[in-house]
């Protein structure tokens, strides 16, 4: 029931947003025709400059030279309006983008929190958990961290973990809440796409790995792999050595 809320509210959200990338798109199509017709101006007016200049008066001179002048600024301004439409297309997809993970959270966490008042353990959980003292042991590093694709150190999960009251903060946010979510600039980003967290992760099994966690997509993986697994940096640093 909690799913369908989510997406009804995200599918109203989106429902203008092609027609809306649809007329950005168009307008800026239309700067740049504008643009082309202003540069064709310019390269006329230059040839017409050069052609007659011997013969044209001064005070000529500086007429033609501010046509060409006033056709350079005409085009300049062209462009920045072009520039202004790309970052406000941007920043309009972005948000939405924004609104999904924020959502992806939220549900996430609720879901967690109903397993956990039901007193549900799932299989690989319970498997997880007889053999939790004997494979830590093995399978620390020289630094003493525990095998880092496990789901409960994940950045996200480490993240929700530390945020106090998280729990109570998230359900009663509103849609128009999450939109005005700002993005932390401090937050820190993995993988070898240096982006933030998000979705399914991994952790490389070298204790010395600069990166640690990658996304499931970046490293071509689709489901968790068995046995210990490390990222194509330190697979390659393996194979020089």
Known sequence: MATAIYLEHYLDSIENLPCELQRNFTLMRDLDNRSEEKKGEIDKLAEEYISSVRNLASEQRVEHLQKIQSAYSKCKEFSDDKVQLAMQTYEMVDKHIRR???????????????????????????????????????????????????????????????????????????????????????????????????????????????????????????????GKWFCPRCTQDKKKK
């Open 100 to 226: 999904l993970d924020a959502d992806l959270a939220r549900f996430e966490n609720e879901l967690k929190e109903k397993l956990e008042v039901s007193g549900y353990e799932s299989p690989e959980g319970r498997g997880l958990k007889k053999g939790e003292g004997q494979g830590l042991r093995e399978k620390r590093g020289p630094k003493g961290r525990g095998r880092k694709s496990s789901d409960e150190d994940s950045p996200r999960k480490k993240k929700l973990k530390n945020s106090p009251g998280l729990s109570s903060a998230l359900l009663p946010m509103q849609p128009s809440d999450v939109l005005d979510m700002p993005v932390d600039p401090n937050e820190p980003t993995y993988c070898l796409c240096h982006q933030v967290s998000y979705g399914e992760m991994i952790g490389c099994d070298n204790p010395d790995c600069p990166i640690e966690w990658f996304h499931f997509a970046c490293v071509d993986l689709a489901t968790k792999p068995k």
